[in-house]
Every structure is written in C-alpha cells, then in structure tokens.
C-alpha cells in the first residue's frame, strides 16, 4: 500500500524567505514521487517527479525536492518565495494511481 | 501540443439528476484517470481507462461510471445526484503506464442543489 503525508495544512512565509514544504511517504516497493501544485479554480500543474537516480530533484520556478529513503522524505523547497507562489501544493506517490497527500496551502507575506 | 480539454467547467445540477463530464487528453495518450476533489476528502481516485478499458477503480459507489473511446476520449456519469457529489472533478491523462507523468485537466466544478 502506498500513501503520502504532508505535515502542515497551511505555512505561511514572508516574500523572500524560504519555502519548505513536508511530505513522508509510505510504499512497499521502491517510489514514484510527485509534487503538484494548484492555483485557484484550476488543475494540478507538475512542479517535479523522482522516478530513478538522482535524488535532489529540480522542478520548475525554482523548486527543488530531495528524495531521502531513510527518512521517507520527499519535501518541497525554494530558496526565496515569490508572490505567485501562493498556492495548494500536493505530494503525490504513485502505485496504479496517484495517492495525493490532503495539500498544503502556502501564503506568502509582502 | 493541447492540454487536456474537460467540458464543462461549470455545472449546476439539483438532486437526484444525472450529470456527463468529458475529458479530452493530450493527443496520442491513452490512460485517463478521473479524481474527485472536495475540501472535506481531498483529492480521491475515481477510476482510469486504458484503451476503452476500465484498469482501475476507485471506492466510489455504482452510481458513479465511466467510459472510453476508441479516440481515447473520457466521459464521467454520475446519476442520482447527491448534494455530497458537489465537487471539482479532475481528469488526467497519462501516455501509457500511470506512473509516468500525469497531466491534468483544469477541472468541472459540479455544484448539487
């Protein structure tokens, strides 16, 4: 059985800090990892993926996500927020469908 | 190349109707995957055609169904609404095994009253 946890519902951070977001998995076999993000009233869009082999992974407008097997870790980050990154960010683990995470929502402050 | 096209994106339905969702995915993908979005559950899995065959299927009562065509176009019916069916339903199209990247469709928003 697969699944993903994302530790904190809403975070907050000021415009120019920086972004982490939480995500634990738990998969029986070796994992499909996917961060997704939303914006208001629109679909998922694809921030990165680890499938195989290197385990920092960069997405697209700055994010990066480290794969860390021993800590069953896959978490989001930025080094420095952006306005337009507020948004609902999803944690995704593949097994013969995406098992989303419940989301955190990101507010960034002026 | 398009992305993936869902139909309508608003819908306002009242209780015990039936409702047909569409979903168009990216040209030459086969897999499509349909979510259900809600506040209170998240994002749930429906169910996921492969080549006009349903492969997988959520925990989603009878009255939620699905097909595919040969073109690898989706539809979603939901009969017998229910004001607890009031969700974004989401479509995701994947070109052949699921756990290659999945792209997703902007959304119908169905609203039961």
């Known amino acids: 059985a697969q699944s993903v946890t994302q530790l904190g519902s809403h975070v907050s951070v000021s415009e120019g800090a920086l972004v982490l977001l939480r995500c634990n998995y738990s998969?029986?076999?070796?994992?499909?990892l996917f961060w997704y993000v939303q914006y208001p009233n629109q679909g998922l869009q694809l921030l990165l993926k680890y499938t195989t082999g290197a385990t920092l992974v960069k997405g697209i407008n700055g994010f990066e996500a480290e794969f860390k097997k021993s800590e069953t870790s896959f978490h989001l980050t930025k080094p420095s927020a952006h306005m337009s990154d507020a948004a609902e960010y999803f944690c995704a683990v593949v097994g013969n469908q995406f098992y989303f995470g419940t989301g955190t929502s990101l507010t960034v402050i002026p | 190349k398009a992305g993936v096209t869902q139909t309508p994106r608003y819908l306002i339905k009242t209780r015990g109707q039936q409702v047909t969702l569409s979903c168009s995915p990216i040209?030459?993908?086969?897999?499509v995957s349909w979510y259900q979005q809600t506040p209170g559950q998240g994002l749930q899995f429906l169910f996921e055609y492969f080549s006009e065959t349903q492969r997988n299927k959520g925990n989603f009562p009878g009255r939620f169904s699905g097909r595919q065509f040969s073109n690898s176009r989706s539809e979603m019916n939901v009969s017998t609404l229910e004001l607890g069916d009031s969700a974004l339903y989401l479509c995701?199209?994947?070109?052949?095994?699921?756990?290659?990247?999945?792209?997703f469709g902007q959304g119908t928003r169905l609203t039961v009253v």
């Open positions: 995701a199209s994947t070109f052949g095994d699921v756990a290659t990247e999945a792209f």
């Open positions: 998969s029986s076999v070796p994992p499909y």
């Open positions: 040209s030459g993908h086969r897999s």
